[in-house]
């Protein structure tokens, strides 16, 4: 895993297997560990219909690996809405979901939500309008559905349209709604009446779990606000090739299913050492 990568002009250097060994190693002795995990791009390779998306096997096998372990929790934490999350995770129902960017939550006891004001449901009505509008002007755009706000979706346009199409939304919003959260991904701009982020996640989880130390994953700019919140005894690791303040750095969903069974095997030695 010590290959190089260009992106633009800078060479990213990729975490080696000894380097992600040793972090794994110093991790995985606490009592209480958290594994929280971005799912589109880190579990699952992107593809164009949000809801065909799906962990590699690989990947998968880990995580039921991972689920069985005493004292390890696992949460899926993602700008996806809850059941849109649910569906694609195929998991068992003790896996903890962080949606919409940390702005709902299931957990054991079931599902919750920050509140929403007569104000933020009228912005988002408003919000709701002006996004279908700039969608019906380009082949393949659309508009998904959150729960506070709306992301318009480009992966399927020309690229000039693509290009387009997220000038005319940032610009639009500026003018229009100001205030509002807006979020870039990877061929999609989103835009919330009302919001968290996944660093609000992370500290949210971390006090549910009552974890002493978590494993971070993800691919996106969004989940560099989790990877922010993590102290000295967690773990970031960044799939791709953008700045990242993660520890450690992955090329791709390959390489983490790659990262969570070196993770697995060394949280199952040490679950079962900590019982002898
Ligand atoms: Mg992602």
Known sequence: MDRRAKAGQVVVQYSSDAEIAA?????????TLLIALDFDGTLAPEVDNPLDARALPEAQEQLMRMLELADTRMALISGRALDSLEHV????????????????????????????????????????????????SAEGAWVELKPAGRALHFRM??????????????????????????????NVVEFAVHSATKGDAIDRLRDYVGADAIFFAGDDTTDEDAIAVLGEND???RVGDAPSAARLRVA???????VLKVLADGRATAVSARKN
Do not use: Q
Not at 95 to 115: C, I, K, M, N
Not at 157 to 185: I, K, S, Y
């Open 23 to 31: 972090a794994i190693d110093a991790l995985v002795v606490v009592p």
């Open 235 to 237: 773990l970031g690791v």
């Open 89 to 136: 995770a195929h998991l068992p129902g003790h896996v903890l979901f962080g949606g919409s960017h940390g702005l709902e939550y299931r957990l054991d006891e079931g599902d919750s939500a920050l509140p929403m004001s007569e104000g933020h449901t009228a912005a988002l009505m408003k919000l709701d309008v002006l996004m279908h509008e700039l969608a019906a």
């Open 252 to 258: 791709g969903t390959r390489e983490i299913a790659a």
């Open 157 to 186: 346009t020309t690229p000039e349209d693509a290009e387009r199409l997220h000038a005319e939304a940032v610009a639009r919003v500026a003018a229009e709604m100001p205030g509002l959260t807006t979020r870039f991904g990877k």
